[in-house]
């Protein structure tokens, strides 16, 4: 069974640096598309960005240029680099996993395997 789970979350000054860690297990041998996702309160899961089993990454326009996903294909572990973070960013920060292709970031919410979650707020 696919385990993830997320840590690095915390609370930063707008302009400041995170960087979320996604810890997976259950794999197996199987290839993954794997991505990040957030909630902010009263609000929508957002998808945010994705990379691919052959490291293709699509990334959401509110988080372009800013955030970049990586992931540890020996170590099982996804990333989140997040820079120049902004009070808009404040929201829980989930990973996820799905055996299939999508090839599009707004796809992550809804894929099958999800992290508990970790929280990122950003303010003064």
């Known amino acids: 069974q696919v385990q993830l789970v997320e840590s690095g979350g915390d609370a930063v000054q707008p302009g400041g640096s995170l960087r979320l860690s996604c810890a997976g297990s259950g794999y197996g041998n199987r290839r993954f598309s794997m991505g990040w996702f957030r909630q902010a309160p009263g609000k929508k899961r957002e998808g945010i960005a994705l990379i691919e089993h052959d490291g293709e990454t699509t990334y959401a326009d509110s988080v372009k240029g800013r955030f970049t996903i990586s992931k540890d294909n020996a170590q099982k572990i996804l990333y989140l680099q997040m820079n120049d973070l902004r009070p808009e960013d404040t929201a829980m920060y989930y990973c996820?996993?799905?055996?299939?292709?999508?090839?599009?970031?707004?796809?992550?919410?809804?894929?099958?395997?999800r992290g508990q979650g970790t929280q990122v707020t950003v303010t003064n």
């Open positions: 996820a996993a799905d055996y299939r292709a999508y090839r599009d970031y707004r796809s992550v919410p809804d894929f099958d395997h």
